[in-house]
C-alpha cells in the first residue's frame, strides 16, 4: 500500500508541473474517438439525435446519414439532392426536417427525415452562394443564411408544406465585399453573422429593418471570423478566426467586448464552432484536432485525429461530439471523459 501511495503522489506531481507549464496529457484519446467511413468528403454534421447525425457531400452533391448502434455497426445512407451541381454546404436539424444551403444550386433545401423527400426553395438574387445557416423551428419555421456573393443575408420563411416566403437584406453599403460566411440565431430579434472580408461580426435586428434605427450592428475583430454559434450567459457569439488562430468570444460585459482563445500550436485553421453540453467545441482543418473550451475555464482541450483536414462539428445531447474527416472521408465521434491534451493559454479580455 505504501508503494501504491507513493506512485500517486509522483503522478500528481508530475501532474502539477506539467500544470505550471501551461500543458498536461491527461491520458491517450484513442479509446474515446471514433472514426466511420463515408462516400465522399463531409463538409458540414448536424445531430438529429445521440447516435443518428447527418452530412452534406459536396462533391457527390448529396445529403448523407449516419445511424451508430456500436462503433463497429453502423448504416450509412445517401439522398441526391435535385438540383445537379448544387453543391450541398451547410445543414441543420430541427423540426423533422434537415434543412441545408445550396452553395452553387442557389437554394435552401429540405429533406424529411422519415420519408426522405427534397423540397427545394429558389433564392430571389442568383448567385448568391448561400453558405452557413441557421434555423429557428416552431409553428413557423425561420431559416437564415449568408449569402457570400450578394453580400446580403437571407431568410426563408416556412408556415406549412406548401407555404413559403423568401427575404433578402442588403449589408449597408459601408460593407462592401463583406464575403458573408455564417449565421447565428440568438433568439427571434437576434441573427449573428460573420463578415471575414472586412473583419468584422454582425448583429441583425429584423424588427428594426425599414425603421428609424439602423438594423446592423458591426463589431471589428481584428481578424477574420469565419463560423459563429450562440453563446449562452454573458457571452452573445462564438466564432472562430482561422487566420489568427483563435477561437473568440464576444462578451459585451468585458471591456473590450471580446474573449480570445489562442490555440497552442501555430497555423492550426480553427474552422467551425458550436456551443453545447456547456462547453465550445471547434475543429482546427490545418491542426487535425478537435478541440474544446470549457466556459469560463480558460484551458483549451485538444484530441488529435490526424487523417487531413476537418471540417464540421455538432454535438448531441449525450455529450458526444461529431465531426467531419473531410480529406479522411469519415465522421469521426469524440465521447466522454474527453481524455486528451490540455493547455492553459492567456486568455486576453
Do not use: C
Amino acid at each position: 500500500m505504501k508503494h501504491r501511495v507513493a506512485k500517486v503522489a509522483t503522478l500528481l506531481l508530475g501532474v502539477l508541473l506539467a500544470l505550471s507549464m501551461g500543458q498536461v496529457a491527461l491520458a491517450q484519446q484513442g479509446s474515446y474517438l471514433s472514426e466511420y467511413p463515408v462516400p465522399g468528403r463531409p463538409q458540414s454534421i448536424a445531430v438529429e439525435a445521440p447516435n443518428r447525425v447527418w452530412f452534406t457531400l459536396p462533391e457527390q452533391n448529396q445529403i448523407g446519414r449516419l445511424v451508430v448502434t456500436s462503433p463497429v455497426s453502423y448504416v450509412v445512407t445517401t439522398y441526391t439532392v435535385p438540383t445537379a451541381n448544387s453543391q450541398p454546404y451547410e445543414l441543420k436539424y430541427a423540426g423533422g426536417y434537415i434543412w441545408f444551403t445550396e452553395r452553387l444550386g442557389n437554394k435552401i433545401g429540405r429533406l424529411e427525415v422519415v420519408s426522405g423527400n427534397i423540397a427545394e426553395y429558389a433564392l430571389p438574387t442568383s448567385s448568391a452562394e448561400p453558405m452557413g445557416m441557421d434555423v429557428l423551428a416552431g409553428s413557423v419555421t425561420n431559416v437564415w443564411f449568408a449569402e457570400r456573393a450578394a453580400n446580403q443575408l437571407g431568410r426563408l420563411v416556412v408556415t406549412d408544406t406548401t407555404t413559403s416566403a423568401l427575404h433578402e437584406y442588403p449589408l449597408p453599403g459601408t460593407f462592401p465585399n463583406a464575403g458573408l460566411r455564417d449565421v447565428a440565431i440568438y433568439d427571434v430579434d437576434n441573427i449573428w453573422f460573420t463578415a471575414p472580408g472586412v473583419g468584422q461580426i454582425g448583429l441583425f435586428r429584423p424588427s428594426l429593418y425599414g425603421g428609424s434605427l439602423n438594423p446592423f450592428v458591426m463589431r471589428f475583430t481584428g481578424g477574420e471570423p469565419d463560423a459563429i454559434t450562440k453563446g449562452s450567459g454573458q457571452v452573445a457569439a462564438w466564432f472562430t478566426e482561422p487566420v489568427s488562430n483563435r477561437v473568440g468570444a464576444y462578451s459585451p460585459t468585458t471591456m473590450s467586448d471580446f474573449l480570445w482563445y489562442g490555440l497552442p500550436r501555430e497555423s492550426s485553421g480553427p474552422y467551425d464552432v458550436v456551443y453545447a453540453v456547456g462547453s465550445v467545441w471547434f475543429t482546427e482543418e490545418l491542426g487535425q484536432r478537435v478541440g474544446r473550451i470549457v466556459w469560463p475555464s480558460s484551458a483549451v482541450y485538444e484530441a488529435g485525429v490526424g487523417n487531413g483536414a476537418l471540417r464540421g462539428i455538432a454535438a448531441d445531447s449525450a455529450g458526444h461530439v461529431w465531426f467531419a474527416e473531410y480529406d479522411a472521408q469519415r465522421i469521426g465521434e469524440w465521447r466522454p471523459p474527453y481524455l486528451i491534451t490540455v493547455y492553459l493559454p492567456l486568455v486576453l479580455k
